[in-house]
């Protein structure tokens, strides 16, 4: 059964989409089965995947509110899509993505309790989970519903964060989410890591660790509760470069990497741009694979 993986962080800019996509990418690559899941209304994981722009009203493809829509009629499977990358699937937005928090309200409601509202999502996953090896969950800027059913469907939870004060404050009140989420929906909410990203050097990142994160762990239950210390902290980092910040728009580092060396006749080009993307999103992979493994 696939390892389900929620990329979640309430602060938008942060690089959700861009860290889903790299790393199905890089699981791709190495022989993983995967499938996304896009819960944002806005679509950039969908337009990124599969080159339709779901912004323009346009994309015909059915997604995540018509599979919870079709919950109990129609398998979940009829509701993925392929990408136009091998061994990545996708599950996407559409135009009806911002009607799911309501439908999931009154499906639920309408089921007379025998369904909660935070496990709609899971309920579709779990009927497609033994065709994939892992499932990432890309989610909107916020804590709504669709983020919680998320965060209920996963394993486990990425939080990508930039190393700023108020990022750190963001990471505060994610983990006041899970808390609380736990609580109302009998769940646990399990942290995989915490990935830093537009970081500009790492002893810049190991000083500002240093600085703010030992006074969390003193003064925070929640950092103790989740276990957020230093080992949450993946050693792998995302740099602040322009080839990551396009790489929504390029699609995955790693595959352009790919055609890139292919078209220069398998020539080697010094690591900077797009390689220096596709090194850091292999390395960060690797690490969540392992934690992965572990955890099995």
């Given at each position: 059964?696939?390892y389900?993986?929620?990329v979640?962080?309430?602060?938008?800019?942060?690089g959700?989409?861009?860290?889903?996509?790299?790393?199905?990418?890089c699981?791709?690559?190495?022989?993983?089965?995967?499938?996304?899941?896009?819960?944002d209304?806005q679509?950039d994981?969908?337009?990124?995947?599969?080159?339709?722009?779901?912004?323009?009203?346009?994309?015909?493809?059915?997604?995540?509110?018509?599979?919870?829509?079709?919950?109990?009629i129609?398998?979940?499977?009829?509701y993925?899509s392929?990408?136009?990358?091998?061994?990545?699937?996708?599950?996407?937005?559409?135009?009806?993505?911002?009607?799911?928090p309501?439908?999931?309200?009154?499906?639920?409601t309408?089921?007379?309790?025998?369904?909660?509202?935070?496990?709609m999502l899971a309920?579709?996953?779990c009927?497609?989970?033994?065709?994939?090896d892992?499932?990432?969950?890309?989610?909107?800027?916020?804590?709504?519903l669709?983020?919680?059913?998320?965060?209920?469907?996963?394993d486990?939870?990425l939080?990508?964060?930039?190393?700023t004060?108020?990022?750190?404050?963001?990471?505060?009140?994610?983990?006041?989410?899970?808390?609380?989420l736990?609580?109302?929906a009998?769940?646990?909410?399990?942290?995989?890591?915490v990935?830093l990203?537009?970081?500009k050097?790492?002893v810049a990142?190991?000083?500002?660790?240093?600085d703010?994160?030992?006074?969390?762990?003193?003064?925070?239950e929640?950092y103790?509760?989740?276990?957020?210390?230093?080992?949450?902290?993946?050693?792998?980092?995302?740099?602040?470069?322009?080839?990551?910040?396009?790489?929504?728009?390029?699609?995955p580092?790693?595959?352009?990497?790919?055609d890139?060396r292919?078209?220069?006749g398998g020539?080697?080009k010094r690591?900077?741009g797009?390689?220096?993307?596709?090194s850091?999103y292999?390395?960060?992979?690797d690490?969540?694979?392992?934690?992965?493994g572990?955890e099995?």
């Amino acid at each position: 059964m696939a390892y389900c993986i929620t990329v979640c962080m309430q602060k938008g800019g942060v690089g959700k989409t861009t860290l889903t996509i790299n790393l199905a990418a890089c699981m791709a690559k190495q022989g993983k089965k995967v499938l996304v899941v896009d819960t944002d209304q806005q679509g950039d994981l969908t337009s990124t995947a599969t080159e339709y722009s779901v912004s323009t009203g346009h994309f015909a493809k059915k997604g995540v509110y018509d599979m919870i829509h079709a919950h109990d009629i129609a398998v979940a499977a009829n509701y993925v899509s392929h990408t136009q990358y091998e061994n990545i699937d996708i599950i996407p937005a559409n135009a009806n993505t911002p009607l799911v928090p309501g439908l999931i309200e009154m499906s639920a409601t309408a089921s007379n309790g025998t369904i909660n509202k935070y496990e709609m999502l899971a309920l579709c996953l779990c009927e497609i989970a033994d065709n994939y090896d892992v499932i990432l969950i890309d989610t909107p800027p916020n804590q709504g519903l669709l983020v919680q059913n998320a965060l209920y469907a996963s394993d486990a939870v990425l939080i990508p964060i930039h190393s700023t004060y108020y990022s750190l404050q963001g990471l505060g009140e994610m983990l006041r989410l899970f808390f609380e989420l736990e609580k109302t929906a009998d769940t646990e909410i399990n942290v995989l890591g915490v990935v830093l990203s537009m970081v500009k050097s790492r002893v810049a990142m190991n000083d500002w660790l240093q600085d703010n994160l030992d006074e969390k762990m003193r003064d925070n239950e929640l950092y103790k509760h989740f276990g957020i210390d230093e080992t949450k902290f993946f050693k792998s980092t995302i740099s602040n470069n322009q080839a990551i910040v396009e790489g929504e728009i390029m699609g995955p580092a790693i595959f352009n990497v790919s055609d890139k060396r292919k078209s220069m006749g398998g020539k080697k080009k010094r690591e900077t741009g797009v390689y220096k993307a596709a090194s850091e999103y292999m390395s960060l992979c690797d690490e969540i694979l392992a934690k992965i493994g572990e955890e099995d």
